[in-house]
């Protein structure tokens, strides 16, 4: 039976499916794409019915292409802590494991799932989903050192960093083909400490397109919320979901928004609920037409330009 292995291409998705495949290895079709390109499950082939994998994209976003799956006989597992709708497929196919809460990740999911029998990549897909507090807890129960606890975080957030991007040319890597050359590894230390050249270019782009963003000027900030705009440049859209996450970390009491430029008149947003209140990111997104994600980080992949005014005052507002 054809088996597909349909994920997200953040670290969150990459190091969920590591982990499954490590524990089970198999041939399989991978269907992935840039973070922002979640509406995966369309994408496999109803011809047949066949074993599908699903981590960390919104079952309510895929439900109808999930439905299709599951009516021509396809087994469905589904892994994921985004919102799933008002309730899950009611079908002896399909199986799912999906929390919401803002503590845990799909990564996390699959760590429980196999029994932390492939941990270290859980701890990296953690940081690398700015669950800082969630990764460094875990790290210091596996009894992991400070440099190998800081070496998985950076890992993590390089990871991620390679999943933005409007287009897969704007990324270092295409994620399946990051996803192939890091699965090799049991333990991400291990890939750390071999250094592999794609593990040193995508450091490497992470810092400098940091860089870059960090030297942007702030474009709205209130009691409760900071918000950076970012040219229509492809290292702005690189790095605006983990820019996010740093002014998250830096400001854990704000709400923090990066506006990226599009070619057609409209702006790509990463919203980051804070730190210290990690909820109503998906509500903010939720209320313009197409926004969507979790409660502690969401966005908005399309705010026409006449709107950004609108978006500005809501997140001034929402968390007040």
């Known amino acids: 039976m054809q088996i597909y292995d349909v994920f997200n291409g953040d670290a969150d998705g990459i190091c969920a499916l590591i982990q499954l495949r490590l524990a089970e290895p198999a041939d399989t079709t991978l269907i992935t794409g840039v973070k922002r390109d979640i509406?995966?499950?369309?994408?496999?082939?109803?011809?047949?019915?066949?074993?599908?994998?699903?981590l960390d994209i919104s079952l309510d976003k895929n439900r109808e292409a999930v439905d299709k799956l599951l009516a021509v006989g396809c087994s469905v597992f589904y892994v994921d802590?985004?919102?799933?709708?008002?309730?899950?497929?009611?079908?002896?196919?399909?199986?799912?494991?999906?929390?919401?809460?803002?503590?845990?990740?799909?990564?996390?999911?699959?760590?429980?799932?196999?029994?932390?029998?492939f941990h270290n990549w859980a701890i990296a897909a953690a940081f690398?989903?700015?669950?800082?507090?969630v990764g460094e807890e875990l790290a210091a129960r596996a009894g992991l050192s400070s440099d190998q606890t800081e070496a998985l975080r950076t890992l993590g957030v390089c990871i991620n960093y390679n999943g933005y991007g409007a287009t897969?040319?704007?990324?270092?890597?295409?994620?399946?083909?990051l996803y192939r050359e890091f699965v090799k590894f049991e333990n991400p230390l291990d890939l750390i400490d071999s250094a592999p050249t794609a593990w040193q270019q995508l450091r490497d782009g992470y810092e400098a397109d940091m860089a870059q963003g960090f030297a942007v000027p702030v474009l709205a900030e209130s009691a409760t919320s900071l918000v950076v705009k970012l040219p229509d440049e492809a290292w702005a859209r690189r790095v605006s979901g983990v820019l996010g996450n740093e002014l998250a970390n830096r400001n854990p009491d704000k709400a923090c928004a990066i506006v990226t430029g599009k070619a057609n008149n409209t702006y790509l947003v990463s919203i980051r609920a804070p730190l210290n209140n990690r909820c109503g990111a998906d509500e903010v997104a939720r209320q313009f037409p197409?926004?969507?994600?979790?409660?502690?980080?969401?966005?908005?992949?399309?705010?026409?330009?006449?709107?950004?005014?609108?978006?500005?005052?809501?997140?001034?507002?929402?968390?007040?």
């Open 39 to 54: 509406g995966l499950a369309q994408r496999v082939s109803t011809d047949e019915p066949a074993k599908v994998n699903i």
């Open 168 to 177: 897969v040319e704007d990324l270092h890597f295409h994620p399946a083909d």
């Open 290 to 320: 197409t926004g969507g994600g979790r409660k502690a980080a969401a966005g908005i992949n399309a705010l026409p330009a006449g709107q950004l005014d609108e978006f500005l005052n809501t997140i001034a507002r929402f968390w007040s």
């Open 128 to 133: 690398g989903d700015n669950l800082n507090a």
């Open 81 to 117: 802590h985004h919102f799933a709708g008002d309730e899950l497929p009611d079908a002896p196919n399909f199986t799912g494991l999906i929390d919401t809460q803002p503590t845990t990740c799909t990564s996390l999911l699959i760590d429980q799932y196999l029994g932390a029998r």
